[in-house]
């Protein structure tokens, strides 16, 4: 007997901006919205019975009926309006709404320069058990090049990978932290807490990439009482040193060779 299992259904890479003008100055939006639901459509799958399957279509088309009225600089907020509105509908059981968006800094009044890789995220899952409100953070990439080593590891036939006090430690973070408590000011909040993350970074000698991470983490946790736990993936982005002492010149190692694959991938939560 074949059953079906779990399964969901929505639409990703909806893309959206929008202007919001007001007297003196306009706010600028560039988002990319997910939307995730499940319900009760095994007919859909199993019968090719589609009463119950809201078409993809039309949640693209309520992202951006939505966006004119309730999308401003919480878009935590926008988000949850965007879950509730689906998930209040007959036949779906959970709503889960991810966006992205990108930064873009102000000139003036009214203009913006973008090309930034870092983004702000948020996701907020509803269902009929309650609501949980992810914020996060997606490329920011951080370098420094000293107050890093990498030492004490194991080591086996197979390992070359010579021990060092003193490397460039570079990585892009992506973090997503969970709220206990949703802030007022989600914005503020995040600012605040890409600043932690930052300082985290920055701050103090780290022993390895998992080290550094975790004193990322203490910050976030410091810096933001309303988060319950922080979760990070910290792709190592590796410089190189170049042996220039094999073309017969003195090698003071400064030059490296920035490489992107392959990498190291460390992930990793941190609770209170």
Not at 32 to 42: A, I, N, R
Not at 108 to 119: A, W
Not at 220 to 243: C, D, G, K, T, Y
């Amino acid at each position: 007997m074949t059953r079906l299992g779990d399964n969901s259904w929505g639409k990703s890479a909806v893309r959206l901006s929008k202007v919001r003008r007001g007297q003196e100055s306009h706010d600028f939006h560039d988002l990319s919205v997910q939307v995730l639901l499940t319900g009760d459509v095994d007919a859909a799958f199993v019968q090719g019975d589609n009463a119950r399957v809201l078409p993809t279509d039309t949640m693209r088309n309520t992202v951006y009926a939505l966006a004119q009225e309730h999308l401003n600089d919480d878009i935590e907020a926008f988000a949850g309006r965007l879950a509730d509105h689906f998930v209040a509908k007959e036949g779906i059981d959970s709503a889960t709404v991810s966006m992205n968006q990108r930064r873009w800094q102000r000139v003036g009044p009214t203009g913006f320069i973008g090309g930034s890789s870092e983004t702000r995220a948020a996701r907020v899952e509803r269902n009929s058990e309650g609501s949980t409100t992810w914020g996060g953070i997606d490329g920011l990439v951080v370098l420094k090049t000293t107050d890093s080593a990498f030492a004490g590891y194991p080591k086996d036939e197979y390992t070359i990978l010579p021990e060092t006090d003193e490397r460039l430690l570079a990585t892009s973070v992506t973090a997503e932290w969970r709220y206990a408590s949703v802030p007022v000011d989600t914005t503020a909040t995040w600012e605040r807490l890409r600043q932690a993350l930052v300082d985290g970074f920055f701050t103090g000698w780290s022993a390895s990439i998992q080290h550094q991470g975790w004193q990322m983490g203490e910050a976030a946790l410091a810096a933001v009482p309303e988060i319950e736990e922080i979760a990070f993936r910290l792709p190592n982005q590796h410089h190189i040193s170049f042996a220039l002492d094999r073309f017969g010149m003195t090698d003071e190692g400064t030059v490296f060779q920035p490489t992107s694959e392959p990498y190291g991938d460390i992930r990793f939560t941190v609770r209170r």
